[in-house]
């Protein structure tokens, strides 16, 4: 018959085991992936934050009532970090530093706007930290740097677009542009426009400039004016194109207006009436098909009372691209975010499928909207 040998451990052990095992439990509780936000809610492209901030809370919200992100075998939350950077440039720089080397995210989304997107992109290239900037459109952006990315079209296809319709088909032989020269993204815009414009046998009537901050346009609105221009480029922000638009209506200057994505800034009540008729390029509408869009635009109406605009679903497209790719490379880290990114080749977004051939710019559709009784209406579809 064998005895049971009973073995009676010191307290010391006892205290140090169940002290480990307690370590173990606290190690096993995931940290929570750190994704930073650039946007600015204030100022005068209010609206423009405003949309990409509620976005961006609802995209992490939804992933966070679902339990986290499926990363391996774990459910692991996000933590969206926010930082202002009043949309100056030196601002976004301090944002996107601090963001990286203190709060330690892991990827970056934004700035929206060119003249701050341009600058982040190089801080976020130099700390191989991912950014995806969901409305920068300008190549200056993405260009030479492998771990920055855009949901937006790129400038060149957007103003190539526009050129396009107008010469072909609206027939316009006579165009003017109206653009602010110190910001990259107008400026490029505008010299794309008219290049493709000039080589499709239209002629450049007149090509007048402007300062950020200005608010007197009359001058280059008498030269446009004075040129006989059937079309007016204005590839500009709302708060700029209002004042421009009813400074032209006053001079008795109506010819047809163009202009490009951040036209859907406006709210329908909010859009100068002198803009009946106009076109514009965009990403979305809240006529967009399919089930993903109509999906969105619902539960976005719900949270916020609104329906999303332009810089709302490109923003969702960007945090539902990156939780994509990390579910898909099974962890979180910057260095395989970014290899998820090179190679994901297409994504069904809510503004349509984006595609990516090697680089951080998408092939995606172009919608040209017109204004129609106040409201913007998508008047066709087209591939750059």
């Known amino acids: 018959m064998f005895k049971t040998i009973g073995v009676r451990l010191p307290i010391a052990t006892l205290l140090m085991t169940f002290l480990l095992g307690g370590c173990i439990l606290q190690a096993a509780k995931p940290e929570p992936v750190r994704v930073g936000l650039i946007a600015s809610p204030q100022g005068e492209i209010g609206q423009l934050g405003r949309s990409t901030i509620e976005s961006a809370e609802m995209a992490v919200k939804e992933v966070n009532d679902a ?145 950020t901050g200005e608010v007197d346009f009359t001058k280059q609105l008498a030269a446009i004016q004075a040129s006989d221009a059937e079309f007016l480029y204005l590839p500009n922000y709302a708060h700029e194109l209002t004042l421009q638009t009813e400074q032209a209506s006053q001079m008795g200057l109506h010819p047809i207006f163009g202009g490009n994505d ?50 709302a679903a490109l ?22 975010i970014q290899q998820g990114l090179r190679e994901s080749a297409r994504f069904e977004g809510v503004t349509g499928t984006i595609s990516y051939d090697g680089t951080g710019d998408p092939e995606r559709s172009i919608i040209i909207m017109q204004i129609t009784n106040q409201t913007a209406v998508p008047y066709r579809m087209v591939m750059p």
């Open 67 to 211: 339990g986290g992100l499926l990363v391996g075998r774990q459910r692991i939350p996000v933590e969206l970090i926010i930082e202002d950077d009043q949309n100056l440039p030196e601002m976004a720089v301090d944002a996107a530093r601090k963001l990286i080397m203190q709060d330690g995210v892991v990827a970056l989304i934004g700035p929206q706007v060119s003249r701050t997107a341009i600058r982040v992109s190089e801080i976020a290239q130099e700390a191989q930290v991912p950014m995806i900037s969901p409305g920068s459109s300008h190549p200056a952006t993405t260009a030479g740097k492998p771990f920055v990315y855009r949901i937006a079209m790129v400038d060149t296809n957007q103003g190539e677009v526009m050129a396009r319709f107008a010469r072909q088909d609206l027939g316009i032989q006579r165009a003017a542009v109206l653009f602010d020269a110190a910001n990259p993204y107008n400026s490029g815009m505008a010299e794309i426009f008219s290049r493709i414009f000039q080589q499709l046998g239209g002629e450049l009537a007149a090509y007048e400039s402007y300062s």
């Open 262 to 311: 951040t036209w859907s800034e406006y709210l329908d009540s909010d859009r100068p009436a002198v803009l009946e008729g106009s076109f514009y390029t965009a990403h979305f509408t809240v006529d967009s098909p399919g089930d993903a869009a109509a999906g969105f635009i619902a539960r976005f109406q719900e949270a916020n009372g609104r329906l999303p605009d332009n810089a």
């Open 315 to 336: 923003t969702y497209d960007a945090f539902s691209l990156l939780f994509t790719v990390i579910e898909q490379q099974g962890e979180a880290t910057s260095e395989a």
